[in-house]
């Protein structure tokens, strides 16, 4: 399973948490990866974490005053980046020129989507991964695998007919090991998540009890 971190904009120590990311990493078999803020990148890619963006703009080298571009991304030390998360909701024409500067650059790419229907027209623009996510789980303690199973069981079907190539991840209040677990039995290939850990008084113990089951 892939756990993907994503740290939004809480107000947590991103060093600190992608060292606990780093850690934890090295004793499970899952694969990890930690998601800070653009600014934190180059220091959070230092600890030697996989380190993922947020977000990145569908632009090249040039006069795009305040975009993030994808090769600087990769420049700061990320290999993947996050596209159209619920909280950076992009047009389906961004969605496409952000998927393909992020090729361009040499990152992997997860596009995040609000329900199985999306996620058939995000797989159609070949990201490596897309990840259902019902924005209104999130940050609410209630996993979307116990929620609406059906949702992660029909997006990981939707995927599957459009391009078996893509992964899927779902993500929506996972902050236990049962979660992931249920998420796997759903289909799903990893899982996205916020809350969990960067709002977690003891991150480290709680990336442990993600991936004990796992
Ligand atoms: O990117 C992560 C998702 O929005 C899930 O957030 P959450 O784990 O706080 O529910």
């Keep these: 399973m892939f756990v993907l971190v994503n740290l939004k904009t809480y107000p947590c120590d991103p060093v600190a948490v992608a060292e ?3 850690d934890v990493d090295e004793s499970t078999d899952a694969r990890l990866a930690v998601a800070p803020q653009a600014a934190d990148l180059a220091r959070v890619a230092e600890t030697g974490v996989e380190t993922w963006a947020q977000h990145v703009d569908p632009i090249e080298h040039g006069s795009n005053t305040g975009h993030t571009l994808a090769e600087s991304v990769a420049d ?4 993947g980046t996050l596209i159209n998360h619920s909280e950076k909701r992009l047009k ?3 969605i496409d020129g952000s ?3 992020a090729e361009r650059a040499g990152l992997e790419t997860v596009v995040c989507a609000n329900n199985p229907e999306q996620i058939g027209a995000a ?3 070949g990201p490596d991964a897309v990840a ?4 209104e789980l999130i940050g609410t303690g209630t996993p979307v695998s116990q929620a609406d199973p059906d949702i992660v069981e029909d997006a990981v079907e939707a995927a599957d007919n459009v391009d078996s190539e893509v992964s899927v991840l ?3 209040g996972i902050s236990t090991g049962d979660d992931v677990v249920a998420a796997g039995d759903l289909g ?3 899982v996205l998540l916020a809350s969990g850990v960067a709002k977690a008084d003891d991150p480290q113990a709680a990336l442990e009890d993600l991936v004990d089951p796992l």
């Design 20 to 22: 606990a990311v780093r």
């Design 76 to 79: 700061a030390g990320a290999v």
């Design 92 to 94: 389906l024409a961004d």
């Design 99 to 101: 998927v393909r500067a």
């Design 123 to 125: 797989a159609a623009l």
């Design 132 to 135: 259902v996510e019902p924005p």
């Design 170 to 172: 779902c993500g929506a």
């Design 188 to 190: 799903a290939e990893g």
